[in-house]
């Protein structure tokens, strides 16, 4: 595979580990010291305990997520730009959140910014920016 595709690899395994509420596969996404930074520092995770502590959270908090809750993002249009052992990635996310409890599907639209490293393990997310870029809401639920 190229480096544009283990990098992208990356990015779609992110998107799996957080439809599968798995913390420990979306903190596996990014280096020990990597930064994840949501819609201007809100939840804001640091460091692999940070990221855990984050998505935590947010799957505890968040309304939209909470079980019995389901999402699916779809990620597409990634400009993957590598430098050596670095690169950067710009990620369109198409993201659906259909949660019981509040008797709605939610989608969103999302961009990714990613800094990433090449590390022992491979490509890992050294930061990434969050940013929800609008949303909507219709009736729905989780099946």
Known sequence: MSQRDDI????????QAVDDHDVERVVACFTVDGRIDFEGGRSSGTGHDGIRAAFEAAFSATPALQEPAASTHLMGNTLVRVDGDCATAETQCVAFLASTATGAVTTRG???SDQMVLTGDGWRIAHRIHRSLWSTEAPGAVH
């Open 8 to 15: 992208l690899d990356v990015i779609a395994t992110y998107a």
């Open 110 to 112: 999302i961009r990714y």
